[in-house]
């Protein structure tokens, strides 16, 4: 059976958004497409209705290898032996809810904000949702958190943790580029005639990410390791770096070579060729794996790589980077910053920084 870690799309159930149409058929189409948790959200049905479905809905589910989560009622969530429950803020509290129903079963909480959702995970919690990340009518009334919060999750919390409330495949990009790697949606994917397509789209968002996370992870050097790379002895690290040619490596010296012939005067600096393990030692600017939970790193993509950096100017990033005294252009969101200015432009959650260097050229 499927661990909350391996879960990745959670599907809610919004019976509203498919007037007409089978609860079974709209989730059986999510499960299809990839959804690999089921809640069973009802706030209107009977408590006949709502057993009634629970036990389908835990038949389905099991049929498939996903899990199902009640929503509220922990007392329906172990009369349909679902795989756990969630609660609200204004829901039964964490401990007493862990009383009625065990350490056998999930317990998820809604944060809206991240001292909620650090207290969850001190409780014990499985996972907790984060949001509404943006406006959404399946929950009006409540205050969107913007994606700002997600990177807060993203750097802060060990537990998984589930983007809710407007997710969509036009938003999933966003969200995941601020630090998700789990989505929850509701309207965007019950509400659509093809449920299955939604679920398609937005799992494939989730695992591009997750790809871009292993090449990372790859590619970049973390504090720890540095420390065990300066214990090496010299002889041992440059063995290491002549033979340690990656598939990437390989790519960018190809490219280097068909930008060179082609005499293009400016060519994006890539991870490799800037941010090297001299940069790192500064311990400026880590890798995702090595990012601990200070709060104090600034979530950024660095040359269209996910980091995480102490530097809160333009300036010190370059300077963190070795980058100050070289030969590179800055661009902040698209927009090229003169040098002058980069001791003074603050770097924030999310930016997009670009170090461009020239090669070649007049
Ligand atoms: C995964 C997930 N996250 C958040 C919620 C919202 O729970 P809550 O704040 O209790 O609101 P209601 O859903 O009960 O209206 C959720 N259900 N699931
Ligand atoms: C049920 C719920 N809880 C939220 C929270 O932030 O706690 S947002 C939400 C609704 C999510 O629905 P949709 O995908 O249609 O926007
Ligand atoms: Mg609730």
Not at 45 to 59: D, H, N
Not at 148 to 176: K, Q
Request: aromatic content about 4%; proline content about 4%.
């Amino acid at each position: 059976m499927r661990t909350i870690e391996d879960c990745k799309l959670y599907v809610i159930t919004g019976e509203q958004y498919h007037p007409g149409r089978p609860l079974a058929e709209v989730m059986e189409a999510a499960i299809a497409g990839g959804a690999d948790i089921v809640q069973l959200r009802d706030k209107n049905g009977t408590p006949a209705e709502r057993f009634a479905k629970a036990k389908f809905l835990r038949a389905l589910t099991r049929r498939h290898g996903a899990l199902f989560i009640v929503n509220d009622d922990t007392e329906l969530a172990l009369a349909a032996d679902a795989d756990g429950v969630h609660l609200g803020q204004d829901d039964l509290p964490l401990e007493e809810a862990r009383r009625r129903v065990g350490r056998g079963m999930l317990i998820g909480i809604s944060t809206h904000e991240i001292a909620q959702a650090l207290e969850a995970e001190r409780a014990g919690a499985d996972y907790v949702g984060v949001g509404p990340v943006y406006p959404t009518a399946t929950k009006p009334g409540r205050k969107a958190v913007t994606t700002s919060y997600v990177s807060e999750a993203a750097a802060m919390l060990r537990i998984p943790f589930f983007a809710i409330g407007g997710i969509a495949p036009e938003t999933a990009g966003d969200v995941l580029a601020a630090g998700a790697r789990r989505l929850c949606a509701v309207s965007a994917v019950v509400g659509h005639p093809d449920p299955a397509a939604v679920c398609v789209s937005l799992k494939r968002s989730i695992e591009k990410w997750e790809a871009l996370d292993a090449g990372r992870m790859n590619g970049w050097t973390t504090a720890e390791s540095m420390e065990t790379e300066e214990t090496k002895k010299s002889e041992k690290i440059k063995e290491t770096e002549e033979t340690k040619v990656t598939e990437e490596t390989k790519v960018t010296e190809e490219t280097k070579v068909t930008e060179e012939t082609e005499e293009s005067e400016v060519t994006k600096v890539t991870e490799e060729s800037l941010v090297t393990e001299e940069c790192m030692k500064t311990a400026a600017v880590v890798s995702p794996v090595a990012a601990t939970a200070d709060g104090m790193r600034i979530p950024l993509l660095l040359n269209g790589k996910r980091a995480w950096s102490e530097a809160s100017t333009l300036g010190a990033l370059a300077t963190a980077l070795g980058l100050a005294e070289r030969r590179v252009m800055a661009e902040l969101n698209g927009e090229a910053v003169p040098r002058e200015d980069w001791n003074t432009v603050q770097i924030r959650a999310d930016d997009r920084v670009e170090f461009v260097q020239f090669v070649g050229g007049g």
